[in-house]
């Protein structure tokens, strides 16, 4: 009785009830992992592929938010410059 009380407090739990947690954390963290493009046979360089990726999805981000800017300034600097000019009477 003794060591299944040192077992369980080893594991924080009934044992097998851990192991059942455990497989299904897995599960789900595999899941997440797969779905940002990790691979584990090759996790060095899905890691190095998943970084990559992510620097090129926030550098075209910027780019796009950029041409928001663009598309937005042309209407409101010109409506914002005739505002201040024939607001002052």
Do not use: C, K
């Given at each position: 009785?003794?060591e299944?009380?040192?077992?369980?407090?080893?594991?924080?739990?009934?044992?097998?009830?851990?192991?059942?947690?455990?497989?299904?954390?897995?599960?789900?963290?595999?899941?997440?992992?797969?779905?940002?493009g990790?691979?584990?046979?090759n996790?060095?360089n899905?890691?190095?592929?998943?970084?990559?990726?992510?620097?090129?999805?926030?550098?075209?981000a910027v780019?796009?938010?950029?041409?928001?800017?663009?598309?937005?300034?042309?209407?409101?600097?010109?409506?914002?410059i005739?505002?201040?000019?024939?607001?002052r009477?």
């Amino acid at each position: 009785m003794s060591e299944n009380n040192e077992l369980t407090r080893f594991f924080g739990g009934s044992p097998a009830w851990v192991l059942v947690r455990l497989v299904l954390l897995s599960v789900v963290v595999g899941v997440i992992l797969a779905a940002l493009g990790l691979d584990p046979m090759n996790i060095l360089n899905s890691l190095q592929r998943l970084i990559r990726n992510l620097f090129s999805f926030s550098f075209e981000a910027v780019e796009r938010m950029w041409r928001y800017f663009l598309l937005g300034a042309v209407i409101v600097i010109p409506l914002w410059i005739l505002m201040r000019v024939f607001g002052r009477r």
